[in-house]
């Protein structure tokens, strides 16, 4: 029997913050002059935006953001995907704009003529690989329910969105609108929890979505140890379990774990070459994951093919696959 009752003209539907990503490769001492904790994420305003951005060497820019990346490996694997969110009639809203159509996703969503300007994230990569994040916001939080595309939610299979949305009431309400008239037409609804800190400042929402409201969760170790407030990992899977249908839990170099009912799979990772940058992991797995979900995979391959997904783009810079993610799946997965 098919997951999805109904024939869907797209995958995945994903709702997140549109932000722009501008990696740039960079030494500790850059992080020391401008007072940026090494391998933590900030959010800074629209002038130390500009500040730092101007400071910075040649970056690689790329429309980013959680949910976005995920669509965009959804869409590089092959999959019909559409994405949601918010730019402003800028340089930076053009560049994600071209960038995101470019891969082959449908982005529909008309950029804002005032207000804040399009969102960044200046990710700065260390010779560790690490990554230190400093992220304005701008116009992806004013998101409201009259930018949604209800006609591209109705016609998904899934609906993605991210717990990132949560921290706006424009966008909370958005959210809630969208996953309703994806439900009432016979879709799914999945979310990732974001990161930690998003869970704590929304604990109880979360719990109240995650108990018969969400299909499929995506989460951390740490995010899922955070939902429900236990040092213990063992623990946290037991409460969750039964809560949604599927729930994948990433564990970095660990692998993952995908629990749906009494059953569970353990997934190891891919080692593809060195490490050189984890942004996008855990958006590369989701997306991996959910295209293999949407085209009636098994739980356990679906899990296979997020790892291999995340294993590739931790070997580059930036949350692009610079290889072919379909001849990859092709060539480690049959």
């Known amino acids: 029997m098919s997951r999805f009752p109904s024939p869907c003209s797209l995958d995945v539907v994903g ?4 932000i722009v990503d501008v990696l740039v490769q960079t ?6 002059q401008h007072g940026l ?5 900030a959010l800074i305003d629209e002038q130390q935006a500009e500040t730092l951005y101007t400071a910075s060497g040649p970056g690689l820019e790329t429309s980013g953001g959680s949910v976005a990346n995920t669509i965009v490996g959804i869409a590089q694997l092959g999959g019909r995907a559409g994405f949601i969110g918010r730019v402003r009639d800028d340089q930076l ?4 704009n071209h960038d995101i159509r470019g891969v082959g996703a449908r982005f529909d969503t008309p950029a804002a003529t005032s207000g804040a300007t399009t969102a960044r994230c200046l990710i ?7 990554r230190t994040m400093c992220t304005f916001l701008g116009a992806s939080t004013q998101l409201e329910p009259e930018d949604l595309d209800l006609s591209m939610v109705r016609d998904t299979k899934v609906l993605y969105l991210e717990g990132y949305l949560w921290d706006s009431p424009a966008a909370k309400r958005a959210f809630i609108a969208a996953a309703e008239a994806c439900r009432e037409a016979g879709g799914q609804v999945a979310l990732s929890l974001s990161d930690g800190f998003c869970v704590d400042r929304h604990r109880a929402s979360f719990l109240e979505l995650v108990n018969g409201h969400i299909d499929v969760l995506f989460a951390n170790e740490v995010e899922i140890k955070a939902l429900y407030e236990t040092d213990d990992f063992e623990t946290a899977l037991e409460k969750v379990g039964g809560c949604c249908s599927v729930i994948a839990i990433t564990c970095g170099g660990e692998g993952s774990v995908v629990l749906s009912g009494q059953l569970r799979w353990k ?3 891919f080692g593809l070459g ?7 992991a855990g958006d590369l797995y989701a997306g991996g994951f959910l295209h293999g979900y949407t085209q009636g995979e098994s739980l356990e391959r679906c899990g296979q093919l997020g790892a291999l997904c995340a294993g590739q783009i931790v070997t580059q810079l930036g949350a692009r696959s610079q290889v072919s993610l379909r001849d990859l799946a092709a060539a480690h997965l049959n």
């Open 267 to 269: 997934i190891g990772i």
């Open 15 to 18: 709702i997140g913050n549109a």
């Open 27 to 32: 030494d500790d001492a850059f992080l020391t």
């Open 124 to 130: 700065y990569v260390t010779p560790d690989a690490e």
């Open 37 to 41: 904790q090494k391998g933590g994420m």
């Open 274 to 280: 060195d490490l050189v940058d984890t942004t996008g």
């Open 93 to 96: 809203g053009g560049i994600f």
